[in-house]
């Protein structure tokens, strides 16, 4: 357990479905707890508290529900007896005899007492698995799946041990059945525990990529230590085929490094002196002396899986019918077991022990953890599937968002364009060729908008002078404002810098000193060579490609032509962008891909923001979705995603209700023996997170 201020991270271990997390989220809600997030899957428990004394307590609390807390970050191995795996075959040793007396012809297995000694280890371990889950959540007002098992299970152990000690004979002993139900949803519950840690494996391998030991140097000698203890400002080497171990700076040395765990892009990239390196990526050719500059959570790799996590736990809008329908599900199946038996016993006149049975297998056949992981097993592969290829997701919800789109808002400059710019004319009006370069060269290095980069990459292997400015102010969608040392003023942007008698022409870009116009720049930019491709893929899927730039109207009427998008909107400023942005949410839902400054506002504000990866770190925190590569094929593959996930959630959805609307009338009518009914609800589990798990190899 960890608390830095007032946020505390918790270990939890034993929740298996969605209803188990919700029954946690709901008694640290009860006690006033803030930023309350709960993962069933990958065992983790956040809240905010200002009461640092009652964290004791919270622990208590937790565990009272019948689970486990553990210290974060510190390795857990469960207690022999506490292996669920070990709890099934304790009970499956005692149970297929029990249920073997049925077939063979030994007579000592008939015997009552025989049975009760076999039924009876197996009815105490169902007790203090079970029974106390069950009990903790009738406590705090979230019945769970385990009441059902319990009351079942109990039902025929009592209704065995009374015939036993009234010698009533045979038709009265079901200790098979009770055995046989505890045995079978044990079953179940080891394949869904390793079902479900299949739908996490995306974070765990990028977690395995933080387990790494360090080579650093102290004064002058190599000392190997594990990541976790590297310091900002240690200087670490790193050889072929070794893990970066965190993030940092080159400071000698060369090599060729596979980024493909955070972008997916196998091609390795070169890496020289100066150059940022990610940790958990591996030098495949070279070595290097590095400077730590981000260690333990500030690094990329563990924010890329402090946002996996988060998405994996987001609910979309879809999994709310689910969440209802769980919440009175147990209480709804109880009483339809209790009308089973009055209705079988009393109207229709049945026997005492085929009323039971029916009441119990009613209970055993319903299934509340269907319903409770059709949607996040299906959110935890899809996100993974897509974190693997390179697109962060930020939430479930997104992935929803994304099966629905019908519009997609692309900004010119960077995202359909390839962002690397050249002069094609300048048009200097004043002072020499060679002055104007190099105050363009000086002002733009101080910007981070993709043509500002490109103009410095040109002018910086042109000219061998920049000027340098004593204040510099970027304002979004306009330009650059500097002065320099001699109190000129200057300004460098697009046309909306001009005064109403400044000819424009053909021109993009305009230098002015102390408000007078100095020169004018037409640049050009190379569309993307799958920009084509990813607009017909959009039309195919319904979606209509909308282009919306600050660029000149010219530019962004040839680019659309050549790509063939009908909707064009040129020469915006932002807070035009974020109005045009809300007439097409008003139509339909609506994606904006962008990479600049200027374009998160718009990111925030449309259903879905799309970042691209060499965005400013102000639109990658606006974007709901990051795509660590440029590819625009990305695009497409994330919208195959989106719809994939979204058609795994409502299949899944689909065979829980139908599972049960089907199965428990049938089992109310008595055609359905319990043992049947358990099996049953054990494998409808795994169908469910079985179906999700396609969504990691199937084709989109």
Not at 59 to 79: M, N
Not at 447 to 461: G, M
């Amino acid at each position: 357990m960890s608390h830095t201020d007032e946020l505390v991270e918790l270990q939890v271990t034993g929740m298996h479905c969605n209803n188990c997390a919700l029954s946690v989220h709901k008694i640290l809600e009860k006690k006033g707890l803030e930023d309350v997030y709960v993962d069933f899957a990958n065992e983790e428990v956040k809240f905010r508290t200002h009461d640092a004394a009652a964290i004791p307590q919270i622990v208590k609390d937790i565990e009272g529900l019948g689970y486990k807390v553990r210290e974060a970050d510190i390795p857990y191995r469960d207690k022999f007896y506490e292996k669920i795996e070990n709890k099934f075959l304790f009970s499956l040793i005692f149970t297929v005899p029990l249920f073997l007396h049925m077939l063979l012809p030994f007579h000592w297995l008939h015997n009552p007492y025989v049975q009760l000694a076999l039924c009876l280890p197996v009815f105490i371990l169902g007790c203090f698995h079970f029974g106390k889950s069950a009990f903790n959540s009738l406590k705090n007002g979230i019945p769970n799946m385990d009441v059902l098992i319990f009351i079942g299970s109990s039902a025929a152990f009592i209704y065995s041990l009374v015939g036993t000690f009234q010698h009533l004979g045979s038709e009265y002993l079901f200790y098979e059945t009770s055995a046989t139900i505890i045995t079978l949803v044990l079953l179940g519950n080891v394949l869904e525990k390793r079902s479900v840690s299949q739908t996490t494996s995306a974070v765990r391998d990028l977690v395995k990529f933080q387990e790494v030991k360090a080579t650093k140097m102290v004064d002058g000698n190599a000392v190997i230590i594990p990541s976790n203890e590297i310091q900002v400002g240690d200087t670490l080497v790193v050889n072929t085929g070794e893990k970066i171990p965190a993030d940092g700076e080159v400071i000698w040395g060369e090599a060729s490094v596979n980024e493909a765990m955070i972008t997916g892009e196998s091609i390795p990239v070169e890496k020289n002196k100066y150059d940022q390196v990610i940790g958990g990526t591996i030098i495949e050719k070279g070595n290097i002396h590095m400077l730590a500059t981000k260690v333990g959570k500030q690094t990329v790799l563990s924010q890329i899986i402090e946002l996996m996590k988060r998405a994996q736990a987001s609910k979309p809008t879809i999994q709310k019918l689910g969440d209802k329908v769980a919440a009175i599900f147990v209480p709804v199946v109880i009483s339809i077991s209790l009308l089973t038996f009055g209705l079988a016993y009393l109207v229709f006149d049945l026997a005492f022990q085929k009323a039971l049975l029916n009441a119990i297998a009613v209970l055993v056949i319903s299934c509340p953890c269907a319903m409770g992981l059709a949607t996040p097993t299906a959110v935890m592969v899809g996100l993974g599937r897509a974190a693997k290829n390179g697109i962060l997701i930020k939430g479930g919800n997104t992935l929803e968002e994304l099966a629905k789109l019908k519009y997609m808002v692309f900004d010119k400059t960077g995202t359909l364009t390839s962002g690397n710019f050249k002069i094609k004319k300048l048009d200097v009006l004043d002072l020499t060729d060679q002055e104007v370069r190099s105050i363009i060269w000086g002002i733009e290095s101080y910007s981070n908008h993709p043509i500002a980069k490109s103009l410095v990459n040109e002018l910086s292997k042109q000219d061998k002078t920049k000027i340098i400015f004593t204040k510099v102010l970027e304002e979004k969608g306009v330009g650059m404002s500097a002065t320099d040392a001699d109190g000129n003023a200057y300004k460098f942007g697009s046309k909306h810098i001009l005064n109403a008698n400044e000819e424009a022409g053909d021109y993009s870009l305009f230098l002015k000193k102390n408000n007078h116009l100095i020169a004018r720049i037409a640049i050009e930019d190379e569309i993307k060579p799958e920009a084509a491709t990813l607009i017909n893929t959009l039309k195919q899927l319904n979606i209509v490609p909308v282009l919306l730039s600050g660029d000149q109207q010219k530019k962004c009427d040839e680019l659309a032509s050549t790509l063939g998008i009908t909707e064009v909107y040129a020469e915006k400023l932002p807070d035009q962008k974020l109005a045009i942005i809300e007439q097409f949410k008003h139509k339909g839902k609506t994606a904006m891909v962008g990479d600049g400054i200027n374009d998160a506002p718009a990111l925030t504000l449309s259903d879905v923001g799309i970042s691209m990866s060499n965005a400013s770190q102000i639109a990658i925190q606006s974007a709901e979705v990051v795509l660590l590569k440029s590819d625009l094929k990305a695009i497409d593959f994330m919208l195959r995603i989106g719809r994939h996930t979204l058609l795994t959630i409502k299949q899944n959805l689909f065979w829980a209700f139908f599972y049960n609307v089907v199965a428990i009338p049938v089992a109310a009518l008595g055609f359905l023996n319990p043992m049947v009914g358990a099996l049953t609800m054990a494998f409808s589990d795994v169908i469910v997170i079985g179906n999700s798990i396609r969504l990691k190899t199937k084709s989109l």
